[in-house]
């Protein structure tokens, strides 16, 4: 971005724009990434997880739905009783656990990143017109997010669903609307920092509108934090559809997720372990690599934990 130029005196001096300092620390970053085994973990697991989600239909070697009672309750390959068919066992009405799965990782990643999406963009425009304008604004958001704080997310997402009754569209919506306060009051105490800014203020002095400032020159400087909060709250998100889909108030049975096979497989777990615990270690994985990602992102953003 150009420096903003503010007459001072009859002449135009040139104001220092943070936006260069952002540029530093991503380079810094992206080359500590590669001394960072536990962020290019991360990214392999969550690399791996969006392949298999997008090529899904020719990884699966079974319709996720295709039940075969003859075979219910298989263990896995390498157990006594297992078949080379069938890897990861199968649940109580036949289906192939590892089809389930991969079909499963679709889902996770669809409510997460949606979520992510909308809770983002809702809470960092509040955040903005809060932080910039004060006044009564402020107070009326503010407010609104203190109610909101003061239900614990989980018990709010299914008090909401409960009433809204479940599936894939309700549970994106109510996730992401649940989730805006964190986003806004982030976005909000940098705001608050940003709009008594030189180049804020030489904005102004040249007649820019509030809309144009807020755009081009409040929200690029905010915009590493709304990054460092979406990758962080993507496992919470993905953790909240499965909590949701496990107490039947999410995702329809009809479709493969790994918080359903948990719900299927918690009557089956003194002799039949598999059945709830690969998902559930496909569910771990994702988001504990979606926090490594976070946290590297969070050290490299993040100014003052500069070195």
Do not use: C
Request: glycine letters at 10%; zero cysteines; proline letters at 5%.
């Amino acid at each position: 971005m150009e420096p903003i130029k503010e007459v001072v005196g009859g002449d135009l001096t040139e104001v220092a724009h943070p936006l260069s300092e952002q540029g530093v620390l991503w380079k810094r970053g992206r080359r500590n990434l590669w001394r960072n085994k536990a962020a290019l973990l991360g990214f392999v697991i969550l690399a791996g997880v969006l392949a298999t989600a997008l090529l899904a239909p020719l990884l699966a070697p079974y319709d996720p739905n295709q039940q075969a009672l003859a075979q219910r309750l298989l263990p896995p390959a390498w157990a006594p009783g297992g078949k080379p068919s069938h890897i990861l066992g199968t649940d109580h009405l036949g289906r192939d656990i590892l089809s389930r799965i991969i079909y499963g990782s679709r889902i996770s990643l669809l409510v997460g990143i949606t979520t992510v999406a909308v809770a983002g963009t809702l809470g960092s425009f509040l955040g903005l017109l809060s932080g910039y304008y004060g006044g009564w604004v402020d107070d009326v958001i503010m407010r609104v997010a203190d109610v909101q704080l003061a239900f614990p997310f989980v018990l709010l997402a299914l008090a909401v669903m409960a009433v809204v009754g479940p599936g894939l569209k309700n549970i994106i919506v109510v996730l992401g609307i649940t989730g805006w306060v964190e986003y806004g009051r982030v976005v909000r105490a940098e705001v608050l920092s940003l709009r008594s800014r030189e180049y804020v203020e030489a904005a102004k002095a040249i007649g820019n509108r509030d809309a144009v400032i807020i755009w081009r020159h409040v929200l690029p400087n905010v915009a590493t934090s709304i990054i460092v909060i979406a990758t962080l709250q993507m496992g919470r998100m993905i953790i909240s559809e499965s909590a949701l889909t496990f107490l039947g108030l999410g995702i329809e049975p009809t479709i493969p997720t790994w918080g359903g096979m948990l719900n299927d497989g918690r009557n089956y777990m003194n002799n039949q372990w598999w059945v709830s615990t690969f998902p559930g270690l496909a569910l771990l994985f994702t988001v504990l690599a979606s926090n490594l990602v976070g946290d590297w992102l969070r050290d490299t953003l993040d100014p003052t934990l500069k070195e």
